[in-house]
């Protein structure tokens, strides 16, 4: 793979930025990649662990002649970064972040960027529940998709050359409005998210009364809950806040379904519970088929659970 950018900037030094330098320097897809996190702790961290070409100590610094720039910090915080790095962006960068939501990322951060730079929003639909600037790694992309999310007036050459990037990275890459990004977002991880955050709630209410068997049994299903919930506390406040109505508009419909098989149970309709197991077990062979998910038993745990 050859070079794509002369400089990139990593603006925030947590999972995805340290996946996406270890997998720019895998492809040799940046000439120097220079990365800035706001804590003196995680830039000693990234300078430790040779964590970018460059880790400077002020968000300029980092910026400053970078031909890509792209904002790797929590979604609330992108607009004020947007501002602060304004002013010494190189004419005819490209900016461009990864955050989980794209409407409020758009409006937070659009209004900032000069005339003369181009904004191409991007989302990589990958991640783990650990972050920090020790938590990535260079496969990280591979074989999954980011999403670019181009705003009106983004130029073609600078979306081609971002593409680019992230195929060379590894990922899969798809083109997606805004709106119709925060909606399936709200369907296939933001929702879940809050259902596996709720989920653990209630056990860890219940675990006060049945002291540690939460904990024991784990393994029945309840472990992978407490595997996402897990997640960023941060990043996931920022994502609810940012992408209300479309979360809102499909737990509405979670709680509509769940109502329905709440009272499948309590009326002992098996016919309608079998058939709703049925349809969702298609769901998952049509994920793996698709190469998202392995089907080996327990995900691959090597170990198995009822
Ligand atoms: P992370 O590991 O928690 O790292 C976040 C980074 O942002 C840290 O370097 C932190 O700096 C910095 N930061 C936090 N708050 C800030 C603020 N108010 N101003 C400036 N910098 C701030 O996060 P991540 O998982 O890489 O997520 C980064 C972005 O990627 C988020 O927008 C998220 O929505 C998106 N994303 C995440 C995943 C995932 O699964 N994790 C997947 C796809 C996209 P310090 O370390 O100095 O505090």
Known sequence: MSQIYDRVALIGLGLIASSMFWAIKRAGLAGEVTGYARS????????????????CNTVQDAVEGADLVVLCVPVGAMGAVAQEIAPVLKPGATVSDVGSVKRHVIEAVLPHIPESVHFVPAHPLAGTEHSGPESGFAELFDNRWCLLVPVDGSEPDA??????LWEGMGANVDEMDADHHDLVLAVTSHAPHLIAYTMV??????????????IKYSAAGFRDFTRIAASDP??????????????LEILGRFTEE??????????GDGEQLFDYFT???AIRRGIID????TDAPNFGRGTTST
């Not at 769940?258 to 009326?267: D, H, V």
């Open 279 to 281: 349809r969702t077990r």
């Open 258 to 267: 769940l109502f329905a098989l709440q009272r499948a149970i309590r009326t």
């Open 159 to 164: 979306i081609a050359r971002l593409r680019a």
């Open 40 to 55: 003196d702790a995680t830039r000693e961290t990234a300078r430790r662990i040779g964590l970018c070409d460059r880790v």
């Open 234 to 247: 941060t990043m996931w406040r920022d994502v609810f806040l940012t992408n209300k109505d479309a979360t």
């Open 290 to 293: 698709a190469g998202q998910d």
């Open 201 to 214: 709630g209630v056990a860890d209410d219940l675990r006060r009364v049945t002291d540690t068997e939460v």
